[in-house]
């Protein structure tokens, strides 16, 4: 790996210091999760201004959400006898309390893929669906049970669908993308692959591949359209604005793509591209990663000291302005900042390990920090290090200074596996993600356990982890946190425990995830503890390690 400069460009490797969750304070101030008989996801997530979080996903079978606070369960009134997917929308508090859900149906597969926040606590959804969908206000349907169409709503702090559009077509159309600008408006994505009707106006689709990108008012209305096609296939897969109510879109294509009358060709079989559109929908530029290899972007951030971020993948090496990147495991993801005014890159830097490294969701924070959330599968590299995932599936969490450098690295996940879909950042600086996961997980002090197959979770981060500093209750002699490093992790024959020098002797304790103690023993600190695990089944363990003064949580897994 390398980390270079070449001109206004720079290039770089996951190699300044990273951190595991293990190794660092309590980084989650909770975990929830909610669910029901069968399936339920958060697939996007976004901080209200009323201070409130709004959730959106998809359902499968009555849902049962727990009240951490009460301990009771709530059941939800609508039922759904199809088993089909349906939307699901709720409303957080900031410790995670459930202040109001909904389920919207239909008699087909209804999928919400995007959220937006705007004014007065409101909020924008939109996704796709086939056969007929059920909002309060409106009925929307396709003219084919087998038909994809898109729909965009508004709703209001309550629950309350002000209003819900959606195309029609001589052909399936589907929603990519949605964000709102700084005036309450919403900037809607789609594709589509025949004649588009949107409101009173029908597009014509040319050959190959075609997409949009539309203004809505408050009120639903269409205020401006702007299509792009491509020979092959192009894909729209992201949308942000900016403070001056500038449009910028990202995605990736095949053969040529085409858009405000910039026309580009692919490079190798996919190229990622990114573009950016005045408030009036004129295009200004339109820009590929000029890398001969396959890549795309999948997510897209703007800060608010002009910032410009873009998240994405590739799974070869390639070079790019004659620095080579290299390509780690399946799928490596990256991060690259762009300037607003022409789209000139200025740095990319990447994450990856042995397997598949994939990026989902993208933000800023009040410093303009990058911080992207997503999964990754066998292991994670940095620095000399090595992060196991404990199970198939696990979470990341990775900030990215203005400059291109990499600043932290936080992961998680139980013995199953887990998906990260959506993340936000409220007004204090916390970070929220969402997603979903199987069976049960561990964050830290929180072991959620599913109430279905698959269930939703909601976890907040500690702001002041995140900037740094430690919170206040470390300060505190009587629940300091040991900075402990456990490895190899996975571990087959012996684990190694540094310990750090400590007034007081440890109890070092090994439990399972079902409580169990394994094994345990009372250790003096400043030594590395050989702890023998070549006994033990394969699976997910606790270390604990206190005395009166200080503590620490390690997760171990053991790997036979």
Same mark, same amino acid.
Not at 45 to 63: C, E, F
Not at 78 to 90: A, C, F, R, S, Y
Not at 193 to 203: F, N
Not at 514 to 537: F, R
């Given at each position: 790996?390398?980390?270079?400069?070449?001109?206004?460009?720079?290039?770089?490797?996951?190699l300044?210091?990273?951190?595991? %969750?293990?190794?660092?304070?309590?980084?989650?101030?909770?975990?929830?999760? *909610?669910?029901?008989?069968?399936?339920?996801?958060?697939?996007c997530?976004?901080?209200?201004?009323?201070? #409130?979080?709004?959730?959106?996903?998809?359902?499968?079978?009555?849902?049962v959400?727990?009240?951490?606070?009460?301990?009771?369960?709530?059941?939800?009134?609508?039922?759904?006898?199809?088993?089909?997917?349906?939307?699901?929308?709720?409303?957080?508090?900031?410790?995670?309390?459930?202040?109001?859900?909904?389920?919207?149906?239909g008699?087909?597969?209804?999928?919400?893929?995007?959220?937006?926040?705007?004014? =007065?606590?409101?909020?924008?959804?939109?996704?796709?669906?086939?056969?007929?969908?059920?909002?309060?206000?409106? !009925?929307?349907?396709?003219?084919?049970?087998?038909?994809?169409?898109?729909?965009?709503?508004?709703?209001?702090?309550?629950?309350?669908?002000?209003?819900?559009? +959606?195309?029609?077509? !001589?052909?399936?159309?589907?929603?990519a993308?949605?964000?709102a600008?700084?005036?309450?408006?919403? @900037?809607?994505?789609?594709?589509?692959?025949?004649?588009?009707?949107?409101?009173?106006?029908?597009?014509?689709?040319?050959?190959?591949?075609?997409?949009?990108?539309?203004?809505?008012?408050?009120?639903?209305?269409?205020?401006w359209?702007?299509?792009?096609?491509?020979?092959?296939?192009?894909? @729209?897969?992201?949308?942000?604005?900016?403070?001056?109510? #500038?449009?910028?879109?990202? $995605?990736?294509?095949?053969?040529?793509?085409?858009?405000?009358?910039?026309?580009?060709?692919?490079l190798?079989?996919?190229?990622? %591209?990114?573009?950016?559109?005045?408030?009036?929908?004129?295009?200004?530029?339109?820009?590929?990663?000029?890398?001969?290899?396959?890549?795309?972007?999948?997510?897209?951030?703007?800060?608010?000291?002009?910032?410009?971020?873009? =998240?994405?993948? %590739?799974n070869?090496? %390639?070079?790019l302005?004659?620095?080579?990147?290299?390509?780690?495991?399946?799928?490596?993801?990256?991060?690259?900042?762009? @300037?607003? $005014?022409?789209?000139?890159?200025?740095?990319?830097?990447?994450? $990856?390990?042995?397997?598949? !490294?994939?990026?989902?969701?993208?933000?800023?924070?009040?410093?303009?920090?990058?911080?992207?959330?997503g999964?990754?599968?066998?292991?994670?590299?940095?620095?000399?290090?090595?992060?196991?995932?404990?199970?198939?599936?696990?979470?990341?969490?990775?900030?990215?200074?203005?400059?291109?450098?990499?600043?932290?690295?936080?992961?998680?996940? *139980?013995?199953?596996?887990?998906?990260?879909?959506?993340?936000?950042?409220?007004?204090?600086?916390?970070?929220?993600?969402?997603?979903?996961?199987?069976? +049960?997980?561990?964050?830290?002090?929180?072991? @959620?356990?599913?109430?279905?197959?698959?269930?939703?979770?909601?976890?907040?981060?500690?702001?002041?982890?995140?900037t740094?500093?430690?919170?206040?209750?470390?300060?505190? =002699?009587?629940?300091?946190?040991?900075?402990?490093?456990?490895?190899?992790?996975?571990?087959?024959?012996?684990?190694?425990?540094?310990?750090?020098?400590?007034?007081?002797?440890?109890?070092?304790?090994?439990?399972?995830?079902?409580?169990?103690?394994?094994?345990?023993?009372?250790?003096?600190? *400043?030594? !590395?503890?050989?702890?023998?695990?070549?006994?033990?089944?394969?699976?997910?363990?606790?270390l604990?390690?206190?005395?009166?003064?200080?503590?620490?949580?390690?997760?171990?897994?053991?790997?036979?």
């Open positions: 790996m390398l980390s270079r400069a070449f001109n206004a460009l720079f290039i770089g490797t996951l300044l210091t990273a951190v595991q %969750f293990s190794l660092r304070a309590q980084v989650f101030d909770w975990a929830v999760s *909610g669910g029901g008989a069968l399936f339920n996801e958060i697939t997530l976004n901080a209200g201004s009323d201070g #409130n979080l709004y959730a959106a996903g998809y359902v499968i079978a009555p849902i959400v727990t009240d951490t606070l009460a301990g009771t369960d709530t059941l939800i009134v609508e039922t759904d006898t199809l088993l089909t997917p349906d939307i699901q929308l709720l409303a957080f508090d900031t410790t995670g309390g459930v202040i109001w859900q909904k389920t919207i149906q008699t087909g597969n209804d999928r919400v893929s995007n959220l937006a926040a705007t004014v =007065n606590g409101n909020f924008f959804v939109a996704g796709s669906f086939t056969d007929t969908l059920y909002f309060e206000t409106d !009925t929307l349907g396709t003219t084919g049970i087998a038909q994809s169409q898109c729909f965009a709503a508004l709703v209001n702090n309550n629950s309350q669908v002000q209003w819900a559009m +959606q195309t029609l077509g !001589t052909a399936s159309a589907t929603t993308a949605l964000a600008d700084a005036a309450g408006n919403a @900037l809607l994505g789609l594709h589509f692959s025949d004649t588009l009707i949107l409101q009173s106006d029908t597009i014509a689709a040319t050959l190959g591949s075609n997409f949009m990108v539309l203004k809505l008012n408050q009120a639903g209305e269409v205020l359209r702007k299509t792009g096609s491509g020979s092959q296939n192009v894909t @729209l897969t992201a949308l942000t604005t900016d403070a001056e109510d #500038n449009v910028y879109a990202c $995605g990736y294509f095949t053969g040529t793509i085409a858009f405000g009358g910039i026309l580009y060709y692919a190798d079989e996919t190229d990622a %591209f990114i573009a950016k559109l005045d408030a009036a929908g004129n295009v200004v530029w339109l820009k590929t990663l000029p890398a001969t290899a396959n890549q795309s972007f999948g997510a897209i951030a703007a800060g608010n000291n002009g910032e410009l971020y873009v =998240n994405g993948h %590739f070869e090496s %390639f070079v302005n004659a620095d080579t990147v290299y390509a780690l495991g399946a799928n490596t993801a990256f991060i690259a900042r762009y @300037l607003p $005014g022409n789209g000139t890159l200025q740095w990319l830097t990447t994450l $990856g390990g042995q397997g598949i !490294t994939s990026g989902n969701c993208l933000h800023t924070d009040n410093n303009g920090n990058a911080w992207l959330t999964n990754f599968t066998q292991s994670l590299l940095f620095n000399s290090d090595t992060i196991a995932a404990q199970a198939e599936e696990d979470l990341f969490v990775w900030k990215v200074l203005p400059n291109g450098a990499s600043d932290q690295l936080y992961t998680t996940g *139980g013995a199953y596996a887990e998906t990260a879909n959506g993340c936000t950042f409220d007004a204090d600086g916390n970070l929220y993600v969402a997603g979903g996961f199987d069976t +049960q997980t561990v964050m830290e002090g929180d072991t @959620l356990t599913s109430q279905g197959s698959y269930d939703y979770f909601l976890a907040r981060l500690n702001a002041l982890i995140l740094g500093i430690a919170p206040p209750s470390e300060n505190n =002699n009587s629940n300091r946190q040991l900075r402990v490093s456990v490895y190899p992790n996975p571990a087959s024959r012996v684990a190694n425990v540094q310990i750090p020098l400590t007034a007081q002797p440890l109890q070092v304790t090994l439990v399972q995830t079902d409580g169990k103690i394994v094994w345990q023993q009372t250790v003096a600190g *400043g030594q !590395t503890l050989q702890l023998p695990v070549y006994n033990l089944p394969r699976g997910l363990y606790v604990h390690l206190q005395n009166g003064l200080q503590q620490a949580t390690v997760k171990l897994v053991v790997w036979q």
